[in-house]
Nanobody, 114 residues
Framework: QVQLVESGGGSVQTGESLTLTCTAS?????MAWYRQTPGTERELVAS???????NYGDSVKGRFTISRPGAGSTIRLQMNNLRPEDTAVYYC???????????WGQGVQVTVSV
């Protein structure tokens, strides 16, 4: 059973920082963070491939940093200079190309107040 364990959500004020961590139970080709607010579709925040290729959503470029410390299946999302519009549920995502399988974590709430 594949598991994605997320941690690090919380409530902060504008301009503050949070770090989200996701640990997967197995190796994946790509891991990513998405976010979603009520009534909207999930949007990509940042992704990182097994080989270190990184992509960011336009709204977080320059403020968020995704990394994969070590050789395991853990990713971190460092979120700096947070804004109220960053308020959302953040979901960890992991994808395996060969198996064409995608997995989602339970989600963590990030709330940024003015």
């Amino acid at each position: 059973q594949v598991q994605l364990v997320e941690s690090g959500g919380g409530s902060v004020q504008t301009g503050e920082s949070l770090t989200l961590t996701c640990t997967a139970s197995g190796p994946f080709d790509v891991m990513a963070w998405y976010r979603q607010t009520p009534g909207t579709e999930r949007e990509l925040v940042a992704s990182i491939s097994f080989y270190g290729n990184i992509n960011y959503g336009d709204s977080v470029k320059g403020r968020f940093t995704i990394s994969r410390p070590g050789a395991g299946s853990t990713i971190r999302l460092q979120m700096n200079n947070l804004r109220p519009e960053d308020t959302a549920v953040y979901y960890c995502n992991a994808h395996q190309f060969v198996a064409s399988s995608t997995y989602w974590g339970q989600g963590v709430q990030v709330t940024v107040s003015v």
